[in-house]
């Protein structure tokens, strides 16, 4: 675990003590939640002594700003699938228009695929049983462009079953 000793500056007066713990999952996020309540709802024993890691694709390097700046010179279907491709997180629902009539729809983002587990809970980190072992390919991401129906609706709900495709 990486500890990192700073301190924020105080406008008009001196430094109030920072500590920032990380592991190779993502910084300890316990401090702020708690650690029995997280510890209970993931099945572990809640007297348990646990740090709680926030691994999160956000929190790796990315390309999210030539993304942007890409989406914002894409002149069709093709440069803005491609400036897409730079979009790590967060996944989003993204929706594409053009002036020659043509609509689409891609879900971008580093979407991980796991050993086991869904992602919702807490789970051990010291073993590697619930590491991820990559992403699903943007090309195996769900889009639709001009389809059959004529219009593309989204709203935060799941665009695919429960199948990953990888």
């Given at each position: ?92 629902n993204v929706v594409y228009a053009d002036v020659d009539g043509n609509i689409g729809y891609q879900t971008p983002g580093n979407i991980p695929i796991r050993k086991q587990g869904d992602g919702l809970l807490p789970v051990p ?42």
């Amino acid at each position: 675990m990486n500890v990192l000793q700073d301190g924020l500056k105080i406008k008009g007066g001196g430094t109030e003590p920072l500590t920032i713990r990380t592991t190779r999952h993502g910084p300890i996020i316990t401090d702020a939640y708690g650690q029995q309540d997280l510890a209970a709802q993931a099945g572990m024993d809640p007297a348990g002594q646990y740090a709680v890691a926030l691994r999160w694709t956000a929190l790796d390097q990315n390309y999210l700003f030539r993304a942007v700046f890409k989406l914002d010179k894409a002149q069709n279907w093709n440069d803005f699938r491609d400036a897409l491709r730079d979009f790590a997180a967060p996944s989003q629902n993204v929706v594409y228009a053009d002036v020659d009539g043509n609509i689409g729809y891609q879900t971008p983002g580093n979407i991980p695929i796991r050993k086991q587990g869904d992602g919702l809970l807490p789970v051990p980190g010291w073993t590697d049983d619930y590491e991820w072992t990559g992403f699903i390919p943007f090309d195996k991401l769900p889009f639709s462009f001009n389809p059959p129906q004529g219009f593309i609706a989204t709203a935060n709900n799941a665009v695919t079953g429960r199948t990953i495709p990888t």
